[in-house]
């Protein structure tokens, strides 16, 4: 807007909103547009605190910017017109996983689709962005509960993936075998991996301080079930 001699500030609102003030010296004002379709803004100016002049109007339209988190924090919707420059876009969080960035199509880069990196809003219409996201690794720590011995007592996963894990060795006559990765000592819990290390499961745990134990059984009996013709035999 012009300036306007002896004005000590201005207020400028978005659709009836609050008004946000603004200095004499300024003749302008970072607003946010409010509601897709058009928005009106105002301005009056003040002389002394004191309202001066009836709100002089502007008819701008704007377009909704949604931000499709898949599955993460709720990112709030923008509205711009052409040429806008984006307010800061907050990063969604969503466990087990860190945000890469926005994208045009919802799978990504695994989709073809586009990286979004515009700092001003050029569409013609309205925009979905998408979410992608990136797994974390973690370190599993692996407790032996006094059985075998390991090469490293600790191990990596990614969330959501398949995993495997390295397991004890043991002395032949040590009368113990093996059984798996186990989320409680003992053979209690959540089963992570079967006898040879194999995840049962994709991994799904997050934290810092994340522990496996290894469970035993005796070995004085072993079984293996296996198909002789029309039978079985052990």
Do not use: C
């Not at 002389?47 to 709100?55: L, N, P, Q, T």
């Amino acid at each position: 807007w012009d300036h306007v001699v002896g004005a000590d500030s201005y207020e400028v609102r978005v659709n009836g909103g609050e008004a946000v003030s603004v200095d004499g010296g300024l003749n302008y004002a970072k607003i946010s547009l409010t509601q897709a379709g058009y928005n009106t803004v105002e301005v009056r100016y003040l002389k002394e605190g004191v309202a001066s002049s009836e709100w002089k109007k502007l008819e701008v339209y704007a377009y909704a910017v949604t931000f499709d988190t898949n599955g993460g924090s709720a990112v709030a919707t923008q509205f711009k017109a052409y040429g806008d420059p984006y307010d800061e876009i907050d990063a969604p969080e969503l466990e087990g996983y860190d945000f890469d960035a926005w994208y045009t199509t919802p799978g990504g880069p695994a989709t073809n689709g586009a990286r979004y990196e515009d700092e001003t809003f050029t569409e013609s219409g309205e925009l979905v962005l998408y979410a992608h996201y990136v797994a974390k690794t973690y370190t599993v720590t692996l407790e032996l509960q006094g059985g075998g011995t390991l090469e490293t007592n600790t191990a990596e996963v990614v969330f959501n993936s398949m995993y495997q894990w390295p397991i004890p060795t043991v002395a032949s006559n040590s009368g113990w075998v093996f059984k798996g990765w186990f989320s409680q000592p003992k053979g209690n819990g959540v089963r992570y991996t079967d006898n040879k290390g194999a995840s049962i499961l994709p991994w799904t745990e997050a934290g810092e301080e994340l522990v496996a134990y290894a469970a035993w059984e005796d070995d004085v009996f072993t079984f293996e079930e296996t198909t002789v013709g029309e039978g079985s035999s052990m």
